[in-house]
């Protein structure tokens, strides 16, 4: 009836080997005919496409033979529409990853293997924080190149610790400083918070495992059954047992940054973006302080950061790395921090961004890198941070909740389970 | 009991009734535009604001850059082309193959009418999300992908069209095909200059249904189009939602815009479907 | 499957006998060919495509092995799928409320004379032309439990109120709530036009009759509607059935929300499973699994409408 579809569909799942082979064309030329080169740049945040196409017209200003075309899909429909191009073979040739999707992208062969022209270029990444390097490398090989990164800050309410006479959060604190001043500042009656223990895997579980000295996954099994790991949890769902920080049903109503920006929560953890709201009201820029995160049983915060990925099916593997390559490099870096939008990854090219907000310590975003710990991810993360939420959930919703390590533990068997499945595949 | 008293009553009956007609009608009507009254207020917002907690009903600070926003950060004009184009497109386009198909279904015998229907049922019970990946690959083959055609093709035939103009065709009194085909009319005549007048309001009901689907579409041409300059205004107002942040003030001023021409279309279609059906005009 | 497009023209006449068809129209194939080759290319051969592959190991981007119904007995294991089920069933019963509501601001907004009708009219489009995302931003500010105007209002009268959708025992019924806000005024453009079809003439002979507004409600409009209740029922418990976006709107959100399992329909553990988890063979199980629901129910209503829809 409509040989059209049928042969495409066909084309299309044969075109995808398991593991796909080192695309080798090589050659002074990007076109086997000479002729122009035209790359499309997934993307999905808006805010950056003004540094994202000055970048590309630098890069253009070095191959006037290769166009660049930007496209943006907004992020809650970037993965899907991903997934569906792949497979239907309209995806962009260059396009963003996190790493939550980079293993799974990575094993079923749909990204370009970068290792060897990286080496073949002198390329050595090591300008980028070492382990967002390694968040993008899969069985031994590079896939990915990092563009930006972000850690979690502590973002403070100035008026309420001078309300409570208390001193302000600094790189000294600790967890008992944070629940000490968090039961000064909370106050029922105009529903002020202490500080938030959202179930956020990024702002606050992560960093409150990793401060504990606990872990996430490690050699293909989950660490939500480590004493340290619940002991980070614990920190979390006891101080909203305390009723000190909002419970999982008031945050999901409202969000801690909104209760941050409306004078709701004297300190809560936020990504490097999360400065932008309250930078942006006067009266909240004046109130607002940020400071590295407190220390557990010793320091931590997560480090996580994009990179940029070249599509397996390119008709144009050596123009797309040669954008990618670009894009890793100083100026790319220097570009993305002067417009304020995002932390570049390239050591030594994040003043811009932290001059764009002189009054916020953004520095201590930067500060905490020597001791961040990766963003956790296999092939299936995002299976299982699924269950993060469903499991966990019980534990989250204050006195009478279920017990945390009960959660924990059901969490890792499960968790174990997925993993299990993807050694085996 | 004497005329006169039998019409007053009748009166205050009626009296009585419009009042409680009335105060249906408003109550309907408040919890109907409710959303939409919010929806102007955080258009003349600033972004923090919209934010904050607790939440304000009116703006701090009446901001008309929003609206300048919108041209600012979207080929606003180029968008709303597109959907207007798509939109016409798809109604006219359904209007006209589920016109046809329905009066088939209601009035014509033929072999494997049960089947066909029951076929044409069970594309309703499909979830769109499953048929995003076939679909997609179909436009690809055929080189669609972002393009106009891609958005409007699977738009131009519709089970739920054919049925609901199916049941329209099935209260229509039979003997009114009959006086024609004794006339010696063709089915298509009857069809055309009979049968279709007499559906007039079912036919603007379902272009105004249409419309509202086609303007609204979100997934579909998120995923088929990916450049600006081919996406409906739907898919473009999308692009202000960012991964955590929304700048939710320029696009529901972008949204306001994008509804005004829905609204005229409605306007102009509601005389239709609002117009009652008299037998008597086109019995002939 | 029989009967599912009843004669309805003659099913008066032939109630009772086996209904043979007197004449066949070969021009009927003309007149269904446009929309039916359509129909058929875009959405049929699509999803009979993808029916196959339910029986597939089928990871995110292709690479398939034949696993027979390892995919269907897969869902049946899950524990999510049997509690959305259940969410979907509630969700479907809910929204059949809708249609009374529907019904009956067509039948007001049709009374001859009545003042500002325009205005009633195009404020009761209004619901069309919002921005979906802006809907569902309100209603969660009403619902919010610690800021919302619901628990501001309740609070009045002393009630407690809470976090509407974020606690698992009322998340689903308030949502619930919006879709029948949302669906309200699809239906009434449907019922309005339903009403307008009914020709004048039997309105004005039943008023010779001395019929009242509310008999000539319950002898004429009522059941010259059963055609159109019919439709209109049909389409909500496929459209209720298939609930998504307000599901993914109002209870899925990037931190987690303790009522999400509580409130999550089929569709949108079909939508977690395909593009989340990417794990497309277990999706595609579910959505056929969802039809099936979904035919059977249909299929039901078909077979009782004899016994309720009046055609001329």
């Known amino acids: ?425 | 009991m004497s005329e006169t008293v039998l019409r007053s009553r009748s009166a205050r009956g009626s009296r009585l009734g419009s009042v409680v007609t009335h105060a249906v009608l408003v109550a309907g009507a408040v919890a109907m535009i409710g959303p939409f009254v919010w929806q102007v207020l955080t258009a003349f917002k600033s972004q923090p604001e919209t934010a904050s907690v607790p939440p304000t009903l009116l703006p701090r600070e009446w901001l008309w850059s929003n609206f300048s926003d919108v041209f600012a950060t979207l080929p606003f004009g180029q968008q709303l082309v597109n959907s207007l184009i798509v939109a016409a497109a798809v109604t006219v386009g359904q209007l006209a193959f589920c016109s046809l198909g329905a009066y088939a279904f209601a009035r014509l015998e033929f072999r494997g009418r049960e089947l066909l229907f029951a076929l044409f049922l069970s594309v309703l019970m499909v979830p769109k999300q499953l048929l995003v990946l076939p679909q997609y690959q179909i436009m690809s083959g055929l080189g669609l992908l972002n393009s106009l055609p891609a958005l409007i093709l699977p738009g131009l035939f519709s089970a739920f069209g054919t049925f609901l103009l199916r049941q329209f065709f099935a209260t229509i009194p039979k003997d009114f095909e009959e006086a024609a085909l004794l006339d010696g009319a063709g089915r298509f005549r009857i069809f055309f200059s009979v049968m279709l007048p007499l559906v007039k309001p079912a036919l603007a009901a379902l272009a105004v249904i249409t419309v509202m689907h086609s303007w609204n579409d979100l997934l579909w041409p998120l995923v088929v189009n990916t450049d600006p300059a081919s996406m409906p205004i739907s898919a473009g107002l999308t692009s202000l939602q960012g991964q955590e942040w929304t700048n939710y003030p320029v696009l529901m001023a972008g949204a306001l815009m994008a509804s005004i021409p829905m609204l005229l279309a409605y306007l102009a279609l509601q005389r239709q479907f609002v117009q009652g059906i008299a037998l008597s005009g086109t019995k002939g | 499957m029989t009967q599912l497009a009843t004669r309805p023209a003659q099913q008066h006449a032939d109630a009772r006998r086996p209904s043979r068809p007197r004449r066949r129209h070969h021009s009927a194939y003309l007149f269904i060919a446009p929309v039916g080759l359509g129909l058929l290319v875009f959405y049929l051969y699509p999803a009979v495509s993808t029916f196959a592959l339910s029986f597939t190991a089928w990871g995110p981007f292709g690479g398939n092995t034949f696993t027979g119904i390892a995919n269907y007995v897969g869902v049946f294991k899950l524990e999510t799928f049997w509690s959305a089920l259940g969410n979907t069933l509630l969700y479907m019963l809910i929204g059949l409320l809708t249609l009374p509501f529907a019904i009956l601001f067509a039948v007001l907004l049709n009374r001859e004379g009545l003042h500002g009708v325009t205005v009633y009219r195009a404020l009761y489009f209004i619901p069309f032309i919002t921005l979906p995302v802006a809907s569902g931003l309100v209603w969660k500010w009403l619902y919010n439990g610690d800021f919302g105007l619901l628990n501001q209002f309740l609070g009045i009268f002393g009630i407690p109120g809470t976090y509407w959708v974020s606690n698992p025992t009322t998340a689903l019924f308030a949502i619930g709530v919006v879709q029948v806000w949302s669906q309200i005024g699809y239906y009434l453009v449907i019922f309005i036009a339903g009403i307008k079809a009914v020709p004048k003439e039997y309105w004005e002979a039943a008023e010779i009759d001395g019929a009242n507004g509310w008999q000539r409600f319950w002898r004429i409009t009522l059941p010259m509607l059963t055609p159109t209740i019919f439709f209109c029922t049909i389409i909500n418990v496929i459209a209720t059935l298939q609930i998504f976006d307000l599901v993914y709107v109002m209870s899925a959100s990037a931190t987690a929300n303790p009522a999400f399992s509580a409130s999550q329909s089929i569709v949108s553990l079909f939508y977690e499973k395909a593009f989340v988890e990417a794990d497309k063979g277990t999706a595609t199980a579910l959505a056929f699994l969802l039809m099936l629901l979904i035919g059977a129910l249909t299929f039901v209503q078909f077979r009782l409408q004899r016994r309720w829809v009046h055609y001329v």
Not at chain 1, 6 to 14: E, N, P
Not at chain 1, 298 to 318: C, E, F, K, M, S
Not at chain 1, 371 to 395: C, F, H, K
Request: a negative charge; glycine letters at 10%.
């Open chain 1, 1 to 425: 009836m409509t040989p059209v579809p049928r042969r495409t569909l066909l084309r299309s799942l044969a075109a995808i080997p398991l593991v796909a082979g080192c695309a080798g064309s090589s050659g002074p030329a990007f076109l086997p005919n000479g002729g122009r080169a035209r790359i499309g740049y997934g993307m999905w945040d808006k805010d950056q496409v003004p540094a994202m196409q000055e970048v590309i017209d630098e890069f253009r200003r070095e191959h006037p033979d290769v166009d660049v075309e930007i496209q943006l899909t907004p992020f809650a429909t970037y993965w899907p529409r991903l997934q569906t191009a792949i497979v239907g073979g309209g995806a962009p040739d260059v396009f963003w990853m996190n790493a939550p999707n980079i293993a799974m992208y990575a094993r079923y062969g749909t990204l370009l293997p970068l290792s060897d022209r990286l080496r073949r270029d002198g390329v050595t990444l090591a300008e980028h924080p070492r382990n967002l390097v390694e968040l993008y490398r899969y069985s031994g090989e590079q896939f990915g190149v990092p563009k930006d990164f972000d850690t979690i800050s502590l973002f403070y309410n100035r008026e309420l610790f001078d309300r409570a006479r208390i001193p302000y959060p600094d790189e000294t604190w600790t967890w008992q400083h944070v629940l000490d001043a968090a039961a000064e500042v909370r106050d029922p009656a105009s529903a002020v918070f202490g500080f938030s223990a959202a179930l956020d895997r990024q702002r606050d579980l992560y960093p409150a495992i990793f401060q504990n000295g606990g872990w996430v996954l490690r050699d293909g099994r989950s660490g939500f059954a480590d004493e340290a790991t619940i002991g980070g949890l614990r920190h979390l769902t006891g101080a909203i047992d305390r009723d000190l920080a909002p419970n999982a049903m008031a945050n999901a109503d409202t969000r801690s940054r909104e209760l941050f920006q409306g004078g709701k929560l004297a300190m809560y953890n936020g990504l490097p973006n999360d400065s932008n709201d309250p930078y942006e009201d006067p009266a909240v820029r004046a109130r607002t302080g940020l400071a590295v995160l407190p220390r557990g049983v010793q320091q931590g915060t997560v480090i996580h950061g994009l990179a940029n990925v070249v599509n397996a099916r390119t008709p144009y593997p050596d123009a797309a790395y040669e954008l990618v390559k670009f894009m890793a490099g100083r100026l790319a870096g220097e570009i993305q921090g002067r417009s304020g939008t995002i932390l570049p990854s390239f050591a030594g090219t994040q003043q811009a961004f932290l001059d764009a907000k002189p009054e916020f310590r953004m520095q201590s975003f930067i500060d905490q890198v020597p001791y961040a710990t990766a963003y956790p991810a296999s092939v299936n993360t995002m299976t299982w941070e699924r269950m993060q939420l469903q499991i966990l959930g019980p534990s989250w919703v204050g006195p009478g909740g279920r017990p945390i390590e009960v959660s924990a533990r059901l969490l890792a068997g499960d968790m174990d389970v997925v993993l299990a499945k993807e050694s085996a595949v």
